[in-house]
């Protein structure tokens, strides 16, 4: 059974930094890694996503503030936060897939004070 554990996240002042962390149980070979963000009263949605090959893709509102990276020999993902704003104020849950099959962490709490 997999499963995800996420670190990192917390409470930071506006224009702040976080840096995220999500490990997988045992060693798998995932093939996209990513972080998807919930803030109250609104749907989930795709904060950046790494394939296996080191592609990326990032939601609009995050580019060039957030990085994701992964180190697939510690089946790890991470994403380092910048520039942080209060509308980046949500519950961050990671995501690995292995093809046919999808899991979830729990959910760590980022809020941004203003």
């Known amino acids: 059974q997999v499963q995800l554990v996420e670190y990192g996240g917390g409470l930071v002042q506006a224009g702040g930094s976080l840096r995220l962390s999500c490990a997988a149980s045992?060693?798998?070979?995932?093939?996209?890694m990513g972080w998807y963000r919930q803030a109250p009263g609104k749907q989930r949605e795709l904060v950046a996503i790494i394939t296996n090959g080191g592609r990326t893709n990032y939601a609009d509102s995050v580019k060039e503030r957030f990085t994701i990276s992964r180190d697939n020999a510690k089946n790890t993902v991470y994403l380092q936060m910048n520039s942080l704003k209060p509308e980046d104020t949500a519950v961050y849950y990671c995501?690995?897939?292995?093809?046919?099959?999808?899991?979830w962490g729990q959910g760590t709490q980022v809020t941004v004070s203003s």
């Open positions: 995501n690995m897939d292995l093809f046919v099959q999808e899991y």
């Open positions: 045992g060693s798998f070979p995932f093939n996209r």
